[in-house]
């Protein structure tokens, strides 16, 4: 029987507290941690809190508003370390905002088996994706354009809805689209992933809450772990390379995708 199939909101309270606080706590820590790297730990939080018993959507919604402090807590900390180039972030903004508006409105319509089957095919998908390297279809620029031409506003409206929508892996999308749109390292890219994702996060959160698919008890434990995952998460960013996480990102999201499938089926 998994851990939370029984337990009413009121029980988090009492049975099993610590357990769930410890539990929650460090998978912030670690979601915040990765996600500050590379991308893609939703492709393991979710899995494991669906596999604990939380309702897909539900995961989906808790998942997201416990990410959001991490994620501003490494933000701050990239910026504050020279990583953030706000010119680039700005220019691309609009379309992110847009595209996570229409992708909140339409997660906020999905049941929980299409979600569930949506999820297993996308962690594959983000598994190749993130094996296809940067720049696949060709060389991106010396220097960041000033501002996105029709393709690229198009582009980031398809990646801010994909990251309201679905959220897992979308850290290695935007990691694509912004070596591809503005040639920058991949440190400068990651900080300017890190600002667009917490308009993403907070723009879903709230439609999410407003639907009712947020355990805010959980959602804050992992919050608080997030906080100190993104502290360190950029830390180490700051002294290290990180492709090892992203491989292995490839391969956890394969294997937690092969559990869903065979959940579902």
């Known amino acids: 029987m998994s851990l939370f199939s029984t337990l009413t909101p009121k029980e988090f309270n009492s049975v099993e507290k610590l357990l769930t606080v410890v539990i929650f706590f460090v998978l912030g820590l670690v979601v ?6 590379a991308g893609g730990a939703s492709a393991l939080s979710l899995p494991v809190m669906i596999l604990l018993g939380l309702p897909p959507t539900v995961a989906n919604g808790t998942n997201r508003f416990g990410m959001l402090i991490g994620v ?4 701050l900390n990239l910026k504050r370390y020279g990583y953030l180039r706000m010119d680039v972030a700005k ?24 979600f569930q089957v949506l999820l297993a095919i996308v962690m594959i998908a983000v598994a190749i994706m993130s094996a296809m ?20 506003f198009l582009g980031f409206l398809a990646v801010g809805f994909y990251g309201s929508f ?9 990691i694509f689209a912004l070596r591809k749109y503005s040639g920058l390292d991949l440190k400068q890219v990651n900080a300017i992933k890190n600002f667009l994702t917490i308009w993403l996060l907070l723009i879903s959160s709230i439609g999410l809450f407003f639907a009712g698919k947020i355990i805010f008890s959980l959602a804050l434990c992992m919050a608080f772990g997030g906080v100190l995952g993104g502290y360190l998460g950029s830390k180490f960013q700051h ?14 999201s ?7 499938v065979w959940d579902i089926v």
């Not at 609009?94 to 929980?112: E, N, Q």
């Open 133 to 152: 390297g940067t720049d696949p279809f060709g060389k991106p620029p010396e220097a960041p354009p000033l501002k996105p031409g029709i393709k690229a």
């Open 32 to 37: 915040g941690f990765i996600n500050n790297i």
């Open 91 to 114: 220019s691309i903004l609009l379309p992110t905002l847009i595209g996570a508006l229409l992708g909140t409105l339409f997660i906020m319509s999905i049941d929980d088996s299409s």
């Open 72 to 75: 501003c807590s490494s933000a």
């Open 166 to 174: 679905l959220q897992v892996g979308v850290g290695f999308i935007q």
């Open 254 to 260: 394969v294997a937690l995708a092969a559990k869903l």
């Open 239 to 252: 002294k290290h390379d990180h492709i090892w996480i992203k491989r292995f990102i490839q391969v956890a």
